[in-house]
């Protein structure tokens, strides 16, 4: 956020912001969603309520809403913000198993966030075994995964809220956030952009989604092991894998899927935020063996590593964009760009964390699809768990949860290959 007005305290919307805003439609959302698993005995709505009253000051975007100022778009103070509000209870009276869960976070991840209201909202679902799951809903334009992390801290975690950040602090986290901005707005385009891909079709507005999760030390070091590859590799590999029976059952022919890879830019001794871009990588369907398979993504991401391709994308868009030339980089970012499915990574908290005393079982992304993109997958690690989050049409895609079972078998099985004694 930024062009704050001395006389009224709004903040003017960036571009960014929107066209983020604008590509929210009539089969579209703009937020994200964390599934926060709590463990038995979890807080009751009305605690929930209280935490949020009592932290929600931290985060003051968390109590703005989309208004105007002179004449423009801008973020505002909502006076008649009441955060307990913001909280409410899926079927309140009832327990829900996996199944249930699934099908209440698709039905709320579809539902648009009121823009009269802060565009945030946690609704809490009781589980069987007297566990809970907090569905957390933050529009892109308030934050992307890990500016949510940043917040889960604030608002949620029983550990205290950290002390005030110094002016250099807030100028640097100011930055970060308008390049993450940036950053998703310019995603969002291209994910319109058509791509063939076996994920490709016309999409609708019913969702399914599914977890998964996977051990992260284990499967770092059997990637390390087998082919000398990063875990973002084995992840990369799983999802292929995970794939592989969904296209061959819909398509009936298997290649290769061409996936983004997110790359940090971050130089050590930097005080700004990092920078980031990505390239893409085709992950071999075809190939059964999750090891071979495995192999193969890794040499496509290091050859790409190794010419700097990520770093040459960024620097070519950054200065096409500060030319008469920027329809010709649009144009070539829909184009050399374009990719059939996205795998987010964003790291979570590496200790146990707990709200109102109960543990925090799991954590799980979910993240929107897009036109010609009628699957997408996030991942957020905790402690030493991998939980990744599956949203797919589900008219076009069915089953996701088969696609997720499918996914963690494979990383299981590359561990297992890693693991079998000699």
């Known amino acids: ?23 929210e439609g009539r089969l579209l959302v703009g937020h994200t969603s964390k599934v926060i698993e709590l463990a038995s005995p979890a807080p009751s709505v009305a605690e929930l309520r209280a935490r949020v009253v009592e932290r929600v000051a931290a985060v003051p975007p968390l109590a703005m809403r989309l208004g105007s ?38 039905g709320l991840f579809a539902e648009r966030l009121d823009r009269e209201r802060p565009l945030w909202r946690i609704d809490v679902a009781r589980l069987r075994g007297g566990g809970a799951a907090l569905v957390w809903r933050l529009h892109h334009t308030l934050a992307d995964g890990t500016t949510a992390m940043r917040f889960a801290q604030a608002l949620l975690w029983d550990d205290p809220p950290q002390p005030a950040a110094g002016p250099g602090a807030r100028a640097a986290q100011a930055a970060d956030e308008r390049r993450r901005r940036a950053h998703l707005a310019r995603f969002f385009a291209r994910e319109f952009a058509r791509a063939q891909s076996p994920l490709d079709g016309a999409i609708g507005v019913s969702r399914d989604v599914a977890f998964a999760s996977v051990p992260l030390r284990r499967l770092h070091d059997a990637a390390r092991e087998l082919a000398g590859a990063t875990l973002n590799d084995a992840l990369l590999s799983a999802v292929g894998g995970g794939l592989r029976d969904w296209v061959e059952r819909h398509h009936g ?13 971050h130089h050590a001794g930097e005080d700004a935020a990092n920078a980031d871009s990505f ?21 496509g991401t290091e050859g790409r590593k190794q010419e700097h391709d990520a770093e040459t994308m960024d620097r070519l868009l950054a200065e096409l964009r500060s030319t008469h030339l920027a329809g010709l980089c649009e144009r070539i970012e ?89």
């Open 69 to 106: 100022s002179g004449g423009r778009a801008a973020w505002v103070s909502d006076p008649g913000f009441e955060p307990a509000g913001q909280v409410a209870e899926v079927a309140a009276g009832s327990e829900l198993d996996m199944a249930g869960l699934r099908s209440a976070v698709a």
């Open 279 to 299: 390239f893409i990588v085709d992950v071999p369907l075809a190939e059964a063996d999750p090891v071979a398979r495995l192999r193969a993504v890794r040499a």
């Open 1 to 23: 956020m930024s062009g704050v007005s001395a006389d009224s305290g709004a903040i003017a919307l960036t571009p960014q912001d929107e066209a983020i805003l604008r590509l």
């Open 253 to 265: 022919r298997l290649g290769t899927i061409r996936v983004k890879v997110p790359v940090s830019l």
């Open 334 to 422: 829909r184009t050399g760009r374009a990719f059939a499915l996205n795998v987010s990574n964003v790291p979570g908290p590496r200790v146990p964390v707990s709200v109102l005393g109960a543990g925090v079982v799991s954590m799980h992304s979910i993240a929107e699809i897009a036109r010609h993109h009628a699957l997408r997958v996030a991942v957020v690690s905790m402690c030493d768990t991998l939980y990744l989050g599956f949203c797919a049409d589900a008219d076009l895609v069915g089953d996701v949860g088969e696609i997720a079972a499918a996914t963690e078998r494979e990383a299981l099985a590359t561990i297992a290959a890693a693991e079998r004694p000699i």
